[in-house]
């Protein structure tokens, strides 16, 4: 094989060898995944996050928020509820619904019926409420996402 044609003819197969996956998937699977790390985080000093609604994700009309609950640190298994509250600009928050994990280290995604309360310019908060005395124990939980969905 000549050199001149080899290293051209290398670099377009690694070059499409390192390209990404074609995504087949249609509007009806919902948005693309997200592959971002950074992960919201509240522990038992910082037990609320307010994430304003004009920065979510949506999919459709939005009937509930949606809450992916990533990675928690609960050695001590003390029982979590989060509460999902609509705070409209400049007012008071509006409590949307709550859930808990089960078992008290146990990641996963939630969704909480929005009740046609969600406007824009307002922000979605998210309270974690420890259910069981905490002593010295440490939680920490990391919410990757915070969204908006119609089903």
């Known amino acids: ?16 060898a390192c390209a ?16 971002e790390t950074r992960l ?11 994430v304003p609604v004009d920065t979510l994700p949506r999919s459709g009309e939005a009937r509930f928020v949606v809450v992916e609950v990533a ?3 609960n050695e001590a298994n003390i029982g979590l ?18 859930f808990s994990l089960y078992p008290a280290d146990n990641p996963g995604r939630f969704i909480v019926a929005t009740q046609g309360r969600v406007r824009p310019g307002g ?9 069981d005395p905490i002593g010295r ?6 919410i990757r996402q915070v969204a908006l969905a119609d089903r």
């Open 1 to 16: 094989m000549n050199g001149a044609l080899f290293v051209p003819a290398a670099i377009a197969l690694l070059a499409a």
């Open 20 to 35: 990404p996956a074609a995504d087949n998937r249609s509007e009806a699977d919902g948005p693309p995944r997200r592959t």
């Open 40 to 50: 919201l985080e509240l522990d038992l000093q910082r037990r609320a996050l307010a």
């Open 71 to 73: 990675r928690i640190e």
């Open 81 to 98: 509820t989060f509460a999902v509250a609509f705070r409209p600009a400049g007012g008071t928050a509006v409590p949307l619904g709550t």
């Open 123 to 131: 922000a979605i908060v998210v309270t974690m409420q420890p259910t």
């Open 137 to 142: 124990a440490m939680v920490r939980v990391g």
